[in-house]
């Protein structure tokens, strides 16, 4: 799902991406930095095997591609750096069209957007396996080990609103929204303002009246600040694993009801790259493992506010836990 388009962005050229109008995507650029073995060790049979790893073009998606390419160069593989691809359909096409070999897909986006369901699952497991397999029989494409967090959408406060209203639960949020619309004016973005995995399928979950909650519309990023500030908004659209949750101090409702869908990530591949080299899931499983909701919101924040590059982050985060050392 093309939901998630914010974020920190590189420019294209740095990274040695090329959009071509008529076919898509070239080969990517060289890993920026250099990576020795760690816990994850050379393996022969990925000797020098050519393999590019893209993502999406948020901040998010470039660390978890960066982890690809980083497990990968200390197994020994040859790696090409196609990162930063902008959208999902965009990344979607590059990988069916043999583009790019590995990348993270988060399997709500799966799901809905690329298979084209309409009701999610709520159980992440079953989500999960439904993905997996509806994904392997209709285009060979291969899903593996999802991690444990998952950056789905969200309603945030800040405290102060938190400590007024009472509210914890998206099903407080709803009474308060019957109860006293003007206390509970929420910002969101336009797409959420329509689609059915956003406002108005949240209203008709939790079964209040959306026209008596009071929206602002707002670009995604400046939703954060506005929702923190708490004059403007009250509520705000948030992403779970953003960063800025935790630099501005929001809280996050319970979705009670587990209205909104799944997000996790998993390794993506197509069948006939996983069968050549079934090592490469063995190598990601432990990785994919320990990439909770907190690992990933701090990592995520070391960009959005600290400024740092996605590279980096991804790197130091793998050092730190002895997957790979510096080269």
Sequence with gaps: MSKKKRGWKFVAVALGLTLVTSCGLESGGAVPLAVGPGSIQPVPELEGVKMTVGSKDFTEQIILGYMIEFAMVAAGADVRDLTNIQGSNSTRDAQLNGQIDLTYEYTGTGWINHLGNEIPLPDPQAQFDAVRDEDLAKNDMVWIDPAPMNNTYALAMNKET?????????????????????????????????????????????????????????QGGIIYQATADGNQCKFGEVFTTDGRIIALDLVLLDDDLSFFPKYNPALVMKKSFADAHPQVAEIMAPISERLTNEVMTELNRQVDVEGKEPAEVARDWMVSEGFVTVG
């Design 162 to 218: 938190a400590e007024k209203t009472g509210v914890k639960t998206i099903s407080d949020y709803a009474r308060l929204v019957e109860s006293d619309p003007g206390a509970a004016v929420t910002c969101v973005e336009t797409e959420f303002n329509v689609r059915q995995d956003g406002f108005p399928g949240l209203a008709a979950k939790y079964g209040f009246d959306a026209s008596r909650a009071q929206r602002q519309i707002l």
